[in-house]
Structures are given as structure tokens and as C-alpha cells.
């Protein structure tokens, strides 16, 4: 039986966790090695399994309860880049282009999913005003 990761990002405006999206990645067993030590034990998780945060969002919260998965953990912002920097270094080079982005996970308002890169104050990015403060990857296996 094959295990899938169910991916849930989140980010923090203004002191409040909100929902942000809900990737669709690729069943790669040695990126899930990487995430939470599932699958492949060759791999040095990045952390081990911490379980939802205490402060899930209400929608990460019900999916999560609604697939009755396992090894529940979640990664802070600096740890998403640090996932990033080893897949692109992984599955890149050799000719192939290997972007954490492109292969599944998406950006964070269109760039890259570090979040320092938005201001935190009034004016905003580009004129939006947002008070982006930080953001975490949520995610839990099945099977």
C-alpha cells in the first residue's frame, strides 16, 4: 500500500494563523524522509513528527480530522526553506531544473515561500497592504 502527504500552508496576518493552500505533491518517499522521517530512513528529517500545532487553522484542523492520517507535524518558515534548498539540491542538477515551487508546492503570493521578503509594515507590497508575519507548512501522511 502506497502513502500520500497532505500538505496544508499557512500563514500568520496581523497575529492570526489563516488558511492559506492546500498543495498536491507527488508521492516521493524520500522527501517525505526529509519532512518527518516517513517512508525513507535514509533521510535526516528536517524535524521529527510534532503532531497540528496547538493553533491550527479551523480548515487545516477539519481536514485533518476528516482523512484519519498519521504523523502529523508542521514546519516553520525557515524550516520550508531549508526543505526547499535540499530538494532543489536533491532532484536539480544532471540537466534537470528541479524548482520546490514548480514541482508541487506552490508559491507564496506568486514568489517563493520566503516570507521576509514581504514588508511588515503599512505600505505593504506593491501597494497591498498585508502585515505578513509568518507562515508554516502543515501536513500529515496516509497509509
Known sequence: MGCDVHCHFE???DDEW???SAPKIDRNYRLFGKMAGVRDQNETPIAPPRGLPADVTKTTKLVSDYDCGHTH???????IGELARWYEDTFGGKGHY???EHDG????FGNSWDYKKYPKSDGGYDGVPIALQDARL???FDS
Request: charged share 15%.
Open 11 to 13: 500563514i500568520k496576518v
Open 18 to 20: 489563516l488558511h492559506y
Open 73 to 79: 507535524s508542521w514546519l516553520d518558515a525557515d524550516e
Open 98 to 100: 528541479a524548482s520546490f
Open 105 to 108: 508546492f506552490g508559491y507564496l
Open 138 to 140: 502543515v501536513f500529515w
